[in-house]
């Protein structure tokens, strides 16, 4: 299937900022996801961007770049229960399979 | 209560003995899909389903069924299963639409000796 690459680890202190970049080989897709999953837990939504630039939800902020093929997820004022791991996820044209990233396992520290 | 239902959530089985995960969505979606999650591989998909009686293979669908009869049921069939199909599988439904937001199960946690 296609690929969506993603760092796979990121460690930072509580109220820092963490951005998770998202990396694509393919311009037809109709959005980028972000997804969320604690230890031992569902995937649950985040954010999604149909177009590009910035979407804030809260603390968290999504952007995708088309021209660029890439987005990120960024999050702010970090908490201790933002450990988890997020995955990007693109539903490309053509074709109505899902695909998602490796995912990126953040790790906040006191 | 909007949501996906997983049965069993833990299964301990023998390679060979078919075995069916079922799946059930009360949100009147018309996407559906299975997934595994495996250490360091993200979520691969196996196979989705657009509406009733209409299903595709995902990416890694070798060594599985579905079927989907009614709307909201879409199962899970390991016909003979093998260790290597040790894995924590996800079902998920959607409205099919942007954004498409996948609403996930609980998951299973499938053990093949």
């Known amino acids: 299937g296609q690929s969506l690459e993603q760092p796979s680890e990121v460690t930072a202190v509580e109220g820092a900022i963490v951005q998770i970049n998202c990396t694509y080989q393919t311009s037809g897709f109709y959005g980028l996801s972000w997804y969320q999953q604690h230890d031992g837990g569902a995937p649950t939504f985040l954010s999604y961007n149909a177009l590009d630039g910035l979407e804030e939800t809260g603390r968290f902020s999504s952007f995708l770049s088309r021209s660029d093929s890439y987005g990120y997820l960024l999050l702010q004022e970090l908490q201790m229960k933002d450990s988890a791991s997020y995955f990007c996820a693109v539903r490309f044209r053509g074709d109505y399979k899902l695909s998602f990233g490796a995912g990126t396992t953040v790790t906040v520290r006191a | 209560e909007a949501q996906v239902t997983q049965n069993p959530r833990y299964l301990i089985t023998v390679t060979g003995k078919k075995l069916t995960v079922t799946c059930s969505q009360n949100?009147?979606?018309?996407?559906m899909s299975w997934y595994r999650q495996d250490p360091g591989l993200g979520l691969r998909q196996i196979y989705y389903?657009?509406?009733?009686?209409?299903?595709d293979k995902g990416d890694v669908p070798e060594g599985y069924k579905v079927s989907r009869k009614e709307k909201r049921n879409f199962p899970l069939i390991l016909e003979s299963p093998s260790p290597n199909q040790t894995s924590l599988y996800f079902c998920?439904?959607?409205?099919?639409?942007?954004?498409?937001?996948?609403?996930f199960g609980p998951g299973t946690r499938l053990t093949v000796l």
């Open positions: 389903s657009m509406n009733v009686e209409v299903t």
């Open positions: 998920a439904s959607s409205s099919g639409g942007p954004p498409d937001t996948q609403y």
């Open positions: 949100m009147n979606h018309e996407y």
